[in-house]
């Protein structure tokens, strides 16, 4: 097997006192997907700034693409694409003059740049738009160019911060199809995100993080397996006064039972088997789901609460 592409040990980022990444080990293999999950100030950001060579690393090693970012820092970057949280587009030029543009940053000859904008426009499904302005482009479109863009050097190595936030769930779906596309190409995916199903769909492996340490690290599956159960039981009563009375009675039918503000929460290997124990026991609740185990549970269960977004 190869040598990895990026391996972190005891990889730390402060900032004056506030420890943003907190001594975090971790390696990211050739070809592979891998997702740093988890909510805002977890981490993830500071940690894709390191490993794109535009922060410092405050204490520990780190090695990108076989090179120290200490020292090779314009070199490794030479090979990254950067997809950032924000677009970050020329809004008043075309699409094309945006790929044209960057792609000359790199040095790439400008017949070689035309070719492969040509062959990003159709990989992002924008060829219709290639002389539009940026700026009226929907958001998702743009998320797409700024996707496009970073492809233009060739990476071997695509950092993503947060793909997708924002985005309508039918933009969103697209994007997760192009860097399903990407990765079949044998391009290494980074990304950042604290959407768990995005996590759960893209994702060979994961480190889940939480104020600036790695709570758990594994394939999204494993992680279920191991953190949570093959299914979860919902449960919603009609009052607040009925949930809690409802409680001690729940708790010999389930691995484990959590009481949150509007549901109650079951682990349990079976959910069918799980309800029909209850309605035997006379629990009579105003609303019953029955779901698979998620990674949102994983998250809840290893931090005690849920993931929050922007």
């Not at 219709?128 to 998702?140: I, T």
């Not at 959407?195 to 939480?210: F, G, K, N, W």
């Not at 039981?233 to 039918?253: I, S, Y």
Request: aromatic share 6%; with cysteine; glycine share 8%.
């Amino acid at each position: 097997m190869s040598d990895p592409l990026v391996v972190a040990r005891a990889l730390t980022k402060r900032f004056d006192a506030f420890v943003a990444v907190d001594g975090v080990d971790f390696s990211i293999e050739r070809g592979e997907a891998f997702g740093f999950l988890g909510p805002n100030g977890a981490g993830k950001t500071s940690t894709m700034r390191m490993i794109g060579c535009v922060s410092p690393v405050s204490g520990g090693s780190l090695s990108v693409l076989g090179l120290d970012p200490a020292d090779a820092g314009p070199a490794i970057r030479a090979r990254l694409g950067v997809v950032p949280q924000e677009d970050n587009h020329d809004t008043e030029l075309s699409v094309w003059d945006n790929l044209m543009i960057y792609g000359r940053y790199f040095d790439i000859p400008r017949a070689e740049i035309r070719e492969r904008a040509t062959e990003l426009l159709d990989f992002v499904q924008l060829s219709d738009r290639r002389d539009s302005k940026v700026d009226p482009l929907s958001g998702g479109m743009k998320r797409r160019l700024t996707i496009a863009r970073a492809l233009i050097n060739k990476p071997e190595l695509m950092l993503l911060d947060e793909p997708t936030t924002g985005l309508d769930p039918q933009a969103r779906h697209l994007v997760w199809d192009r860097l399903y596309r990407l990765k079949q190409t044998g391009v290494t995916i980074v990304l950042t995100t604290h959407y768990m199903d995005e996590a759960e769909q893209l994702c060979d492996r994961l480190v889940i993080m939480d104020r600036g340490s790695i709570v758990a690290e594994g394939a999204p599956r494993a992680l279920i397996d191991t953190y949570a159960t093959r299914e979860v039981v919902e449960l919603r009563f009609h009052t607040t006064d009925a949930q809690a009375a409802a409680l001690p009675r729940l708790e010999p039918f389930a691995d484990r039972v959590e009481s949150l503000a509007d549901r109650i929460v079951m682990y349990t290997p079976d959910g069918d088997k799980t309800v029909a124990m209850l309605t035997a026991k006379g629990v009579e609740p105003a609303a019953v789901l029955v779901r698979r185990g998620s990674l949102e549970d994983v998250f809840l269960i290893l931090t005690g609460r849920t993931l929050e977004e922007d």
